[in-house]
T-cell receptor, first 114, second 114 residues
Framework: AQTVTQSQPEMSVQEAETVTLSCTYD???????LFWYKQPPSRQMILVIR??????QNATENRFSVNFQKAAKSFSLKISDSQLGDAAMYFC???????????FGKGTKLSVKP | DSGVTQTPKHLITATGQRVTLRCSPR?????VYWYQQSLDQGLQFLIH???????AKGNILERFSAQQFPDLHSELNLSSLELGDSALYFC?????????????FGPGTRLTVL
């Protein structure tokens, strides 16, 4: 069975600093995707970044980047130049196989201090 | 705004009752996924429909059912409600069924069972 583990229930970062959120996963799929979703207090789920497993290059989206270690089944999210608006729950998710549904971790609550 | 709409936004009902949650996917999207977000279980996949047909089931209780109509909107029916069914229910839509098709989440329906 596919599982996603986020070992940090809460994290805190100073505004303008960098923070890394951890995620590990387990899968038997050879073709899969990994995602980071942001859920602000509004509860809307917003896709932050995604990584295709067969691509070795780490994905980046502006201030957001990932460190994808396929052999270690690790997929961490780095947020650079943290902003107050980055405060939210962050969910790591795995998707693979033919079903197309996502398996989510429990989430990490990120606080940004001014 | 993801383009996915869900109604109602909030729903308060009593144990033993039945409710229907509605989801309209983005224009052109054929897939609808339902997810449940609760404090104890986190974000869990319930069911996936593609172009009117059920494609995959996750942790969906027998008291729950869903369907996707010819106009592609979907409804999630929850019956014999229990206190533990209180949760945020999301639907997400995508163009197809594969993971490279990004899933766009609606704003969710907050269900409270008293």
């Amino acid at each position: 069975a596919q599982t996603v583990t986020q070992s940090q229930p809460e994290m805190s970062v100073q505004e303008a600093e960098t923070v890394t959120l951890s995620c590990t996963y387990d899968t038997s799929e050879s073709d899969y995707y990994l995602f980071w979703y942001k859920q602000p207090p509004s509860r809307q789920m917003i896709l932050v970044i995604r990584q295709e497993a067969y691509k070795q290059q780490n994905a980046t989206e502006n201030r957001f980047s990932v460190n994808f270690q396929k052999a270690a089944k690790s997929f961490s999210l780095k947020i650079s130049d943290s902003q107050l608006g980055d405060a939210a729950m962050y969910f790591c998710a795995h998707g693979g196989g033919s079903q197309g549904n996502l398996i989510f971790g429990k989430g990490t609550k990120l606080s940004v201090k001014p | 705004d993801s383009g996915v709409t869900q109604t109602p936004k909030h729903l308060i009902t009593a144990t033993g009752q039945r409710v229907t949650l509605r989801c309209s996917p983005r224009s052109g999207d054929l897939s609808v996924y339902w997810y449940q977000q609760s404090l104890d279980q986190g974000l869990q996949f319930l069911i996936h429909y593609y172009n009117g047909e059920e494609r995959a089931k996750g942790n969906i209780l027998e008291r729950f059912s869903a369907q996707q109509f010819p106009d592609l909107h979907s409804e999630l029916n929850l019956s014999s409600l229990e206190l533990g069914d209180s949760a945020l229910y999301f639907c997400a839509s995508s163009v197809g069924t594969r993971l490279y098709n990004e899933q766009f989440f609606g704003p969710g329906t907050r269900l409270t069972v008293l």
